[in-house]
């Protein structure tokens, strides 16, 4: 046994000395060969974007590390000097996907996500299609808020809890079977397809924001985003819905046995908690300054954006007491609690910034979305069908967040190359990047529920195609029709 593990971690390292050395012979290959002729200045931003791209699609190194490159490769390369590089890890997006981080981790600390999920199930009923629904619900609606891979590991063992119980009240073997593989899938699927909905949903959304803000000095709107992408999303969990019934049907009944169950939960949940309710008010408080941000501005009392209300929700939440228990003497978030948050995303997009905005000085972007806007004499319709086809496909096998970082300066010079707004071509491209459903590796939701040993390769497959190309078609409208109505710049 021992053998075999020294063969595995041999052959671990192996593959891991490959994926570096891998991207390291492409950064010398580009030095030296110059392979596309460019002025020393572009080659250098390229061969560096190369190491960046090819170590990010390979894992050579956790991907908020390889971010933390031009750190070092900018300056010593002339590319630009230290301060210039370090600006973009303190893009003010940034700091709105933090406040969102810190948000969420306030609701995840006082239950107050349980409680929500547990509610809308206990609502819905108890028949096979009725629970999946109300999974759907609630899992979609949290992830409208909270990160699509928290609230899928928040609703796994939620889910498993009401499989093993399902699946002990019934006989039907392919019943059984159905049900516990539709309620794996729609936690997956429905984390991501409720993530997009919402700047803070997912990472790509706040990396294509960040970009946008970077280039244009144009903040996108949270409540601007959500009337594009809102719609998508209940659309698309309300299709979710139906495609698992057809493609997984349980015919499970009612049953009063799952339904105590349920309220059981409630129940040992007891009435809703002082530092919840606190909890659910500064989220509240936080998400309507959203939404209404800009009616607030146009008073001319306070001038509002996004990423100063995500701070400050964050700050409330340090600042006010957890009340209650007389032994809750602290504030509704510690220090100590921020030990569970994604710092690593934040130094992503900071690096991601950083290499889209060397790209762009150097002129790399602009010749490719050049080349691409004249060899096509392709319409703004299938344009956009386009990249949204290659962005979730694409994204089955990349990282979506090291995808959109990649691609947004790409569609969107090619956006105006072909003179149309930026964001026909960037909207979907990001939205897209989040709704691989084929393969366990499409996005960590995906990976997270595979692991349960209830869904097949096959299955997967089956479902997610289904829904890519919903995702596609509803994606495709709604950048077309909705897009030029409510995003300008």
């Known amino acids: 046994m021992s053998s075999m593990h020294e063969i595995q971690a041999t052959a671990g390292k ?13 950064f010398f ?48 390369m002339g590319i630009s000097t230290v301060s210039e590089t ?10 709105l996907f933090m406040g969102g981080f810190l948000i969420g981790l306030g609701i995840e600390k006082w239950g107050l996500h349980k409680r929500i999920a547990l509610k809308i199930v206990s609502v819905t009923g108890s028949s096979g299609n009725k629970i999946l629904l109300g999974f759907i619900i609630s899992t979609g609606f949290i992830s409208m808020w909270l990160s699509n ?18 699946i002990n009240m019934h006989e039907k073997e392919n019943a059984k079977r159905n049900f516990a593989l539709a309620m794996m899938i729609s936690i997956a699927y429905a984390s991501n397809f409720g993530g997009i909905a919402t700047i803070i949903g997912t990472p790509p959304n706040v990396a294509y924001a960040s970009y946008i803000s970077k280039k244009y000095h144009v903040d996108i709107s949270f409540f601007d985003w959500m009337v594009v992408a809102m719609p998508i999303a209940i659309l698309l969990l309300i299709l979710l819905f139906f495609s698992l019934v057809l493609i997984f049907p349980n015919r499970i009944k009612s049953n009063s046995d799952f339904e105590q169950m349920i309220s059981d939960d409630v129940a040992e949940l007891g009435p809703i908690s002082v530092p919840e309710k606190r909890v ?34 964050a700050v409330l939440m340090f600042a006010v007491p957890a009340g209650g228990d007389p032994g809750n003497k602290g504030k509704l978030l510690t220090w100590n609690d921020t030990s569970k948050m994604a710092w690593g995303i934040l130094l992503l997009f900071g690096g991601g910034i950083a290499l889209a905005g060397a790209l762009e000085k150097s002129g790399i972007i602009q010749l490719i979305g050049t080349s691409l806007a004249a060899n096509t004499s392709i319409t703004v319709f299938f344009m956009i069908a386009i990249v949204a086809i290659v962005s979730l496909f694409l994204s089955e096998i990349m990282s979506n967040v090291a995808q959109v970082i990649v691609f947004a300066p790409i569609v969107t ?3 105006e190359s072909m003179q149309i707004n930026p964001f026909l071509l960037g909207i979907p491209m990001t939205l897209a990047a989040s709704c691989a459903s084929m393969l366990p590796m499409g996005t960590p939701p995906n990976a997270i529920v595979f692991s349960s040993g209830h869904i097949k390769i096959a299955d997967m497959i089956k479902a997610g195609f289904v829904m890519n190309l919903i995702s596609i ?10 897009v030029p109505l409510v995003m300008h710049l």
């Open 14 to 26: 192996s593959l891991g000395l490959l994926k570096l050395s891998i991207g390291l012979a492409l």
């Open 29 to 76: 290959l580009m030095l030296l060969i110059n392979p596309f002729n460019m002025d020393p200045f572009p080659c250098n931003v390229l061969a560096v974007a190369v190491l960046m791209i090819s170590w990010w699609i390979t894992e050579a190194l956790p991907m908020p590390v390889v971010a933390l490159l031009p750190l070092v490769m900018f300056p010593l």
């Open 86 to 95: 370090a600006t973009p890890y303190a893009n003010e997006v940034i700091f």
């Open 149 to 166: 891979t928290a609230t899928t590991m928040m609703m796994y063992p939620i889910a498993i809890s009401v499989i093993s119980v399902v």
């Open 280 to 313: 659910l008010i500064i989220f509240s408080i936080t998400a309507l300054l959203w939404i209404f941000r800009s009616l607030i501005n146009q008073l001319n009392v306070v001038k509002l954006d996004d990423s100063m209300i995500a701070i400050f929700g």
């Open 413 to 415: 010079v090619l956006a």
């Open 473 to 482: 078609v509803l994606i495709v409208l709604a950048s077309f029709y909705i």
